[in-house]
């Protein structure tokens, strides 16, 4: 007996301390709810209704714009000048213009292959071509199998150069800018470059070289990307969505309404003495490709997105490699708006309305406004109402503006609406990691030029099917866990739950699947999933 009381009194002890930290944790919570949480709620809901709006309206201009395109058939061939090139009897093959193609790398094992040989089989007159294999490899077998693989193009009669540096400074940027200084380079009037996994077909050249020949104030030629392994599981169909709608309605926007757009850092032919002109490659963020385009756009130069022209190349097909290359596309443009806000506002050569549309719509709007409204809204402050009922989000807010968002984006993948869903709540969850990435790059700091390169499989991708088991096995759990997911996952269910049991706003359903999917990130199975079409 005298046991059992004993077990009583330290149970109601327990029982009671409980309920009295309760009673202060609810007491506290009412002193600072109307004070300080109210107000400050509501001035994050304001502020993200006027994001909305902003993405809103810059989504819908885009769709005009590229409904109107469709409908009347404006493509390159009607606005700019474009005629094949043709032998001359009298010069020769010297009448056609000397082409450099750049191929940077850096232990490139699994892809060196098919990106030079891809290369290498460019059709173009033999003697107007100089193949640059700009090999930064730190791994010793590797670089010696680049190196052997050079060697035996150039014994094929191709007039391929190997070239290697002593350190990476400057990473890609600072590879490419030392291509250029090479004393063979001053013949060539253009330079076309290609990332190691890219594979552009043999009569790339001839489509895009013309229009720079015919037309002196283009400077660039992008060409699409077509993905090689966009069907290998549910996260690459989801990118494959998100860079469609890129190439098909952001870059094509750009070409034909301000002959600008950001350079993709592949699969585009330069004229050389447009990047002389701009300052050259510059490795102060981590989008070096961006970079040059904006410098060359203020000076004056206009670029040519070629939708009918595509290149071949590799999606990343892990998480890890994808938030990595996540990370640097977020990071970087936002330190460059940082850095270059200034001088695009000074600068005198090009129009206001291009200043606008550079500074507002390319960099404002989409590099920053994107990604933090979606995950700040939809993420913390939209679940955040439900704790707060006092503070309300209009269903044009929440709803309506999300919905035509998440529609227009679609356009650029039909056969991927049936995957909708799935990629709402995937964009949901990277937006974090892009988030605190665009913060980085807006504050610059610590990670802000950090550069991982992104992994490629190439070959392997035909492997990975059958060791995807046995890879699962040996993953560690450190490697597979991610507690930023985690805590967003638990954030969103505790609010689901509570929607349930106090609130009003009905939110519960989307509460619960977007945890669920943050916690499924969490434990890194994204990259399992495979969708049956």
């Known amino acids: 007996m005298e046991g059992l009381s004993r077990t009583n009194l330290v149970s109601d002890t327990f029982y009671g301390t409980r309920d009295d930290i309760t009673e202060q944790f609810g007491i506290m919570w009412g002193q600072i709810k109307a004070p300080l949480i109210v107000p400050l709620l509501r001035i994050s809901v304001f502020l993200c209704l006027a994001m909305s709006v902003m993405l809103f309206i810059e989504r819908v201009y885009m769709f005009v714009v590229i409904t109107l395109l469709k409908v009347f058939g404006s493509k390159p061939q009607k606005r700019y000048k474009w005629e094949p090139l043709k032998d001359d009897v009298e010069l020769g093959n010297s009448s056609y213009p000397m082409v450099l193609v750049q191929i940077p790398m850096y232990n490139e094992k699994e892809v060196y292959q098919l990106s030079i040989g891809a290369a290498c089989g460019l059709s173009w007159p033999s003697d107007r071509i100089i193949v640059q294999v700009l090999d930064d490899s730190t791994d010793p077998i590797t670089k010696n199998l680049v190196e052997i693989e050079c060697q035996r193009w150039a014994s094929k009669g191709i007039n391929i150069k190997y070239e290697v540096r002593d350190n990476r400074s400057g990473y890609k940027a600072g590879a490419l800018k030392e291509g250029l200084k090479h004393s063979y380079v001053k013949q060539c009037d253009f330079v076309a470059i290609f990332d190691a996994d890219f594979q552009p077909e043999p009569d790339f050249l001839w489509q895009t070289i013309p229009f720079l020949v015919h037309n002196p ?123 270059m806000c200034m001088e695009i506002i000074r600068n005198k050569k090009v129009s206001l309305w291009k200043k606008v549309h550079v500074i507002y719509s390319f960099f404002f709007v989409r590099k920053v406004v994107a990604h933090i409204v979606t995950f700040v809204f939809y993420v913390v402050v939209l679940p955040a109402t439900v704790l707060v009922p006092e503070v309300e989000v209009p269903k044009w807010g929440a709803v309506y503006i999300p919905a035509i968002i998440t529609l227009l984006n679609a356009v650029g993948t039909p056969r991927s609406l049936h995957l909708l869903v799935f990629w709402i709540l995937f964009e949901n969850v990277m937006s974090l990691h892009r988030t605190k990435a665009t913060f980085i790059g807006l504050l610059e700091a610590g990670r802000v030029n950090e550069w991982i390169v992104t992994e490629k499989l190439g070959d392997a991708l035909k492997l990975k099917s059958a060791t995807k088991a046995f890879k699962k096995h040996r993953m560690r759990l450190g490697d597979r866990i991610h507690l930023l997911e985690f805590a967003a996952g638990a954030y969103l269910f505790f609010c689901g739950c509570y929607d349930i049991a106090f609130g009003t706003n009905h939110y519960f359903l989307y509460l619960f699947i977007q945890a669920f999917a943050f916690l499924i990130v969490g434990f890194g199975y994204v990259g399992t999933f495979v969708p049956n079409s």
């Open 217 to 339: 104030e283009l400077s660039l030629v992008q060409a699409r990307w077509k993905y090689v392994n966009a069907d290998e599981c549910l996260m690459t169909r989801m990118q494959e969505m998100s860079l469609d709608y890129h190439f098909s309605v952001e870059q094509e926007v750009g070409s034909s309404t301000h002959a600008f757009f950001g350079f993709n850092g592949t699969a585009g032919v330069w004229r050389i003495a447009a990047i002389d002109e701009a300052g050259g490659w510059k490795d102060r963020t981590t989008v070096e490709d961006m970079d040059l385009a904006v410098r060359a756009s203020l000076k004056g130069w206009k670029f040519l997105f070629l939708g009918s022209v595509k290149v071949k190349n590799e999606l990343p097909s892990t998480l890890k490699a994808y938030r990595y290359q996540q990370h640097r596309w977020s990071c970087g443009p936002a330190n460059l708006f940082r850095k």
